[in-house]
């Protein structure tokens, strides 16, 4: 008797674990031909022009890899859109958000925003879920043994300003023509703008230029002030570290001041 009850008593036992085994093997084959991205982006606001191009860019992207290849080697590519307005804190509101969506969760994590980057490292460390920052964010998140989610791709500011002194160096005929010379870092005031003051502060002690830091308050489309300071330092160059309409307000004021734009380098956003 005792036998025949054990029996009966595994049987929905036994029932349990396999419909949980056929759920979990069905969400494995799901995750096997899905993979879900947020599309984090920002279509509205004064750097629409460049979020909204590069984001659409990218959705269309991934539709046409499912369209033409069947996805990437024949795992679909999900998306859902989330409006960030180039805003920290709406950058982190989509990130919760989103970052549970689809059978596996967010694959990666794409922020277009050096300020939005720097708020999500904790964040997607902690929830295992890797950051890709394009040629912005954190230079120091090069480091993999220190940042293990954190993968800014191809370069990055600190390169990138190197390769503009580089440049800076070879119009006045070699580095160590540098010394004495005066170069103004004209900002984006914020995290994205502020990255390459250290190393600038480096760079000038090393060569014997002198640089002076000056902010641009967001979104740049004010820059009078800024500009008469440039006109009273007199330097030989300027970097322009601009985003958005900061870009084309700093050429036109620089006109108008009588700054000649052969002497402006910009970062690639401008």
Same mark, same amino acid.
């Given at each position: 008797?005792?036998?025949?009850?054990?029996?009966?008593?595994?049987?929905?036992?036994?029932?349990?674990? #396999?419909?949980?085994?056929?759920?979990?093997?069905?969400?494995?084959?799901?995750?096997?031909?899905?993979?879900?991205?947020?599309?984090?982006?920002?279509?509205?606001?004064?750097?629409?022009?460049?979020?909204?191009?590069?984001?659409?860019?990218?959705?269309?992207?991934?539709?046409?890899?499912?369209?033409?290849?069947?996805?990437?080697?024949?795992?679909?590519?999900?998306? %859902? &859109?989330? /409006?960030? %307005?180039?805003?920290?804190?709406?950058?982190? /509101?989509?990130? /919760?958000? $989103? &970052? &549970?969506?689809?059978?596996?969760?967010?694959?990666?994590?794409?922020?277009?925003?050096?300020?939005?980057?720097?708020?999500?490292?904790?964040?997607?460390?902690?929830?295992?879920?890797?950051?890709?920052?394009?040629?912005?964010?954190?230079?120091?998140?090069?480091? !993999?043994?220190?940042?293990?989610?954190?993968?800014?791709?191809?370069? +990055?500011?600190?390169?990138? +300003?190197?390769?503009?002194?580089?440049?800076?160096?070879?119009?006045?005929?070699?580095? /160590?023509?540098?010394?004495?010379?005066?170069?103004?870092?004209?900002?984006?005031?914020?995290?994205?703008?502020? %990255?390459?003051?250290?190393?600038?502060?480096?760079?000038?002690?090393?060569?014997?230029? %002198?640089?002076?830091?000056? #902010?641009?308050?967001?979104?740049?489309?004010?820059?009078?002030?800024?500009?008469?300071?440039? =006109?009273?330092?007199?330097?030989?160059?300027?970097?322009? =570290? !601009?985003?958005?309409?900061?870009?084309?307000?700093? $050429?036109?004021?620089?006109?108008?001041?009588?700054?000649?734009?052969?002497?402006?380098?910009?970062?690639?956003?401008?």
């Amino acid at each position: 008797m005792f036998e025949d009850f054990a029996k009966r008593a595994a049987r929905p036992v036994a029932a349990v674990v #396999a419909a949980a085994g056929l759920a979990i093997a069905a969400t494995g084959a799901q995750a096997q031909q899905e993979q879900f991205i947020p599309a984090n982006f920002y279509w509205v606001g004064p750097y629409a022009p460049g979020g909204s191009g590069f984001g659409g860019g990218m959705i269309d992207y991934f539709a046409m890899l499912n369209a033409r290849d069947g996805g990437i080697n024949g795992v679909k590519l999900t998306w %859902e &859109k989330c /409006e960030t %307005e180039y805003n920290n804190a709406r950058g982190v /509101e989509c990130y /919760e958000r $989103l &970052k &549970k969506k689809g059978p596996t969760g967010a694959t990666v994590i794409h922020p277009l925003s050096t300020g939005i980057t720097y708020s999500l490292i904790e964040k997607a460390t902690a929830d295992h879920v890797p950051i890709i920052s394009m040629g912005y964010g954190r230079t120091d998140a090069s480091d !993999g043994r220190v940042f293990p989610y954190i993968f800014p791709l191809i370069t +990055n500011y600190w390169s990138q +300003n190197t390769a503009k002194i580089k440049f800076i160096g070879m119009k006045e005929g070699g580095m /160590e023509k540098l010394k004495g010379k005066k170069i103004v870092n004209l900002y984006h005031d914020s995290a994205y703008g502020k %990255e390459t003051i250290g190393i600038l502060d480096v760079q000038a002690k090393k060569y014997g230029f %002198e640089v002076t830091h000056i #902010a641009v308050p967001h979104p740049g489309n004010e820059q009078q002030s800024q500009w008469l300071q440039i =006109r009273q330092i007199r330097p030989d160059w300027v970097i322009l =570290r !601009g985003w958005g309409v900061m870009n084309p307000t700093a $050429l036109k004021a620089a006109a108008k001041a009588g700054f000649p734009r052969e002497k402006i380098v910009g970062v690639w956003w401008t």
